[in-house]
């Protein structure tokens, strides 16, 4: 009789989770080719994460921004306002270069959408940016630095009013909704709900389900591309994300420059607001990776990378709750796509405390040897083709680096050949060029 | 009191650094004096930046230090002669990009480094830049970008550069995230700095300045 899956090890929930995806129900595929394709690429690529044996050959991603768009001659801004032109640009990108797996295509946010919610933390094509680059994340301390003790006492009040009332214009009335605590006794009950009464309170309501809608529609294109990519060989290399507290303090809370004061001007209260988010983005993890049958969360990670914070710093600041996350998520069989942006040159020594052939590292300014040699038989490494030579950079320039890397590290296996950071316009020759080689050179004989 | 200001700073000890301030100026300190412990701080700051014992954090924070002392002794700064700088500099991110923070540390490090910096921001178009140069006429030029976008934004803020009659009056370098002596030679800029001590090393070694 099965196990139910509160009694497995983690080992036997990673193995169920590799299981749905490699076999997975209610795919059907365009071709007897497309499925084995499929199943050729998610063994190859659990091969390289798992350690256990060596796969046919070394796994090659494509990881781009809006690259598919430019590829077929769009802008970023003509596929955030009309996201039925997003499918047919990603599909085409993908089966153009054919690597091993697709990321799905959620990069381009609705702009209706954006529209709608008068979104204060980006700035997008044709709003502060040009139509023809990618939208950019406005710094700022979304999160006050007196806020710790509100935030650490009720994260979830913080994510559900004060934050979205913050960045969304039009859902600002939300920060005057109370804590609903008020509500459990006849007396408290008719009191709790005035403020939905209130114009301002009910207008932000309105925007939720305009927005709420806008939404779906743009739902319908991701979710169609994530259920017809498989039926052509292409496994997600992601069911979807989670981050390191850190980074979700660092990034859009209390920002750069707020988090690195805070870690000065006050390192208790920022380490118990980490703890406070802890559990919640192991669940986010856990529950994406249950429910699409994929046991692959990317983590990317923004403010520990070099140069960022010190060895001490790291260690004591960032290093710990990301452990905790990456941890809660492969106890319960997920395996984190860790993606260490920046240089971790200084870092490898720390992370390589983790447990064999359960996580993915992929790197982007890092030494790939030492990468290599750092987590060699203790996770599967990722990496590098960078920005420049994509960009600048010849296909001999391509070939040459690709054959350098998997010399480099491609050796008893655990090794992922894909760029370093996201990428828009590039030479697309050089994707080319990459792909061919890693398909020719990178056979495990 | 100087030095124990010195070291106050240097440290990362902000709220022992103000409390002196406070008391060098209630007891009748010269603003001078107060001035020079802080760039003898900012100099030990850089050195251990550069030695790869402090990072981004202390930068920040003592650039924090820097203006909330700055802040208390302003009624006083317009007394304080001026002190020669070692050059000037232009400083942006360039057109299509609106990242700051690598840029801000670059430009606070020039400055404390005795340049006069003239940061204009970002998304700083090639023609914004022309005419920057023109009026504040630098030695020294630093175009900073994030994105891989600011590769053809830093080429083409080199060629308008080139096309005013003005590329051989300035040096230019170039830095950031995605940026690397590749990158450099693409665009036509003189060299790339892949850090704000580079960057003040290469601006130095330009005015002739040791």
Redesign the interface.
């Known amino acids: 009789m099965e196990k139910k899956w509160e009694e497995m090890s983690s080992d036997e929930k990673q193995e169920a989770l590799f299981q749905r995806w490699i076999s997975p129900e209610g795919v059907k595929f365009a071709s007897p080719e497309a499925e084995k394709l499929y199943k050729e690429r998610t063994t190859r690529f659990r091969d390289a994460i798992q350690l256990k044996k060596l796969p046919d050959r070394v796994p090659v991603f494509l990881i781009p921004s809006f690259a598919p768009a430019y590829y077929s001659g769009l802008t970023p801004h003509d596929v955030m306002y009309d996201p039925d032109k997003i499918k047919p640009a990603w599909k085409k990108f993908y089966t153009d270069f054919q690597p091993d797996a697709h990321g799905g295509c959620y990069v381009p946010t609705p702009i209706k959408f954006l529209e709608i919610v008068d979104f204060k933390l980006y700035?997008w094509p044709g709003h502060?940016?040009?139509p023809e680059?990618?939208y950019?994340c406005?710094?700022g301390e979304y999160m006050k630095a007196d806020e710790y003790d509100a935030f650490i006492h009720d994260p979830l009040y913080f994510f559900y009013y004060t934050w979205p009332s913050r960045v969304f214009g039009a859902l600002e009335p939300l920060a005057t909704v109370p804590h609903l605590s008020g509500l459990t006794e006849m007396y408290g009950v008719a009191g709790s709900f005035v403020p939905y009464g209130l114009p301002p309170v009910q207008a932000a309501y309105k925007t939720l389900l305009e927005a709420g809608n806008e939404a779906l529609k743009w739902w319908g294109v991701v979710s169609s591309f994530d259920k017809e990519m498989p039926e052509l060989g292409f496994p997600a290399y992601q069911a979807f994300a989670t981050k390191a507290p850190f980074d979700v303090i660092g990034d859009t809370l209390r920002g750069?420059?707020g988090i690195?004061?805070d870690?000065?001007?006050q390192p208790d209260k920022l380490l118990q607001a980490m703890e406070a988010l802890t559990p919640m983005f192991i669940q986010l993890g856990v529950g994406a990776a249950k429910q699409a049958g994929n046991p692959l969360i990317f983590v990317p990670l923004h403010k520990g990378a070099d140069?960022?914070?010190?060895d001490e710093?790291f260690k004591t600041f960032y290093w710990p709750t990301l452990k905790k996350v990456i941890m809660g998520l492969v106890d319960e069989g997920v395996v984190p796509f860790v993606w260490a942006e920046?240089g971790y040159n200084s870092r490898l020594e720390v992370i390589r405390d983790l447990p064999k052939g359960k996580t993915i590292w992929l790197f982007d300014l890092t030494d790939m040897a030492k990468a290599k040699e750092a987590l060699d038989g203790i996770a599967c490494v990722g990496g590098n083709m960078?920005?420049?030579?994509l960009?600048?950079?010849t296909p001999q320039d391509a070939r040459d680096h690709a054959k350098r890397l998997i010399d480099t590290c491609a050796k008893g296996g655990g090794y992922i050949l894909a760029n370093g950071?996201f990428?828009?316009?590039?030479r697309w020759e050089n994707l080319k060029a990459i792909v061919d080689t890693v398909k020719e050179y990178g056979v495990y004989r | 009191m100087s030095k124990k200001l010195v070291k106050a700073i240097a440290d990362?000890r902000?709220e022992e650094a103000l409390k002196l301030v406070k008391e060098m100026v209630e007891g009748g300190s010269e603003p001078m004096a107060i001035l020079d412990a802080v760039r003898q701080a900012m100099a030990i700051v850089g050195q251990r930046y550069d030695e790869g014992?402090?990072?981004?954090?202390e930068l920040?924070?003592a650039g924090?230090m820097l203006n909330q002392i700055t802040e208390v002794i302003k009624p006083e700064l317009a007394k304080v002669p001026e002190v020669k700088r070692l050059g000037k500099v232009v400083m942006g991110t360039v057109e299509?990009?609106?990242?700051?923070?690598g840029k801000n540390i670059v430009s606070f490090m020039l400055d404390v480094n005795g340049f006069d910096v003239l940061d204009l921001g970002v998304?700083i178009s090639p023609q914004k830049f022309v005419e920057a140069i023109q009026d504040f006429e630098p030695q020294v030029v630093g175009l900073s970008g994030f994105?891989?976008?600011a590769?053809d934004a830093m080429k083409e803020t080199v060629e308008a550069i080139k096309k005013a009659g003005l590329r051989d009056k300035v040096k230019i370098m170039v830095g950031g995230?995605?940026?690397?002596d590749?990158?450099r030679?693409?665009t036509g800029a003189d060299a790339y700095g892949k850090?704000a001590m580079a960057g003040v090393s290469l601006a130095k070694a330009w005015v002739g300045a040791k």
Do not use: C, W
């Open positions: 700035k502060g940016v040009s680059t990618t950019q406005i710094e750069t420059k690195m004061l870690m000065y001007r140069g960022f914070l010190s710093q920046g960078p920005m420049d030579l960009t600048v950079g950071a990428f828009d316009e590039v | 990362m902000e014992t402090y990072f981004l954090p920040l924070l924090e299509g990009d609106i990242h700051d923070i998304d994105l891989a976008l590769y995230g995605q940026v690397s590749e990158v030679k693409y850090d």
